[in-house]
């Protein structure tokens, strides 16, 4: 009796380990490209904060007011700007919120078969640009660095 399909098998489980293992490292390229500071200065982002309806009545604020689980009623009120730092066209974009970043991730599609991406809408637009934006592509040059690695 032959092992032949035992062994092949056994190297279907190891070459799927592998291509698991390759389809991380991509992930994780993907995320380093993604974890790096913009690097030109934008504009300025307003902040905001919370406070409670009666200081912002007491300091003459006016903003949002919302009520809060426990029923205060809390007002969101402008506090100053921030700097944002965005990414120059064709380098990967800027972190602003960390939801792209977040988002990558490594579905096993069927056996040999995986795909690294993300479900996030604007995704596209910043990989392959629009007609008002310049790309700033994150999956590619990942995955061409991925290719010319050992």
């Not at 990967?92 to 996030?120: D, E």
């Amino acid at each position: 009796m032959s092992n032949l399909p035992h062994t092949q098998a056994a190297i279907q489980r190891i070459a799927d380990r592998q291509l698991a293992r390759q389809a991380q490292q991509l992930r994780g390229i993907i995320v380093r490209q993604l974890s790096q500071p913009g690097t030109q200065v934008a504009a300025l982002r307003r902040t905001y904060r919370n406070i409670s309806h009666r200081q912002a009545q007491a300091l003459g604020l006016r903003g949002r007011s919302m009520q809060t689980a426990n029923g205060n009623i809390r007002t969101r009120v402008r506090s100053g700007y921030r700097e944002i730092k965005v990414s120059a066209p064709g380098d990967s974009p800027a972190v602003q919120t960390g939801r792209l970043r977040q988002s990558i991730t490594v579905q096993k599609v069927k056996a040999g078969r995986y795909r690294v991406g993300t479900n996030v809408e604007y995704a596209p637009y910043l990989e392959f640009g629009t007609r008002n934006m310049q790309p700033r592509p994150f999956m590619r040059p990942a995955l061409e660095k991925h290719r010319h690695e050992p």
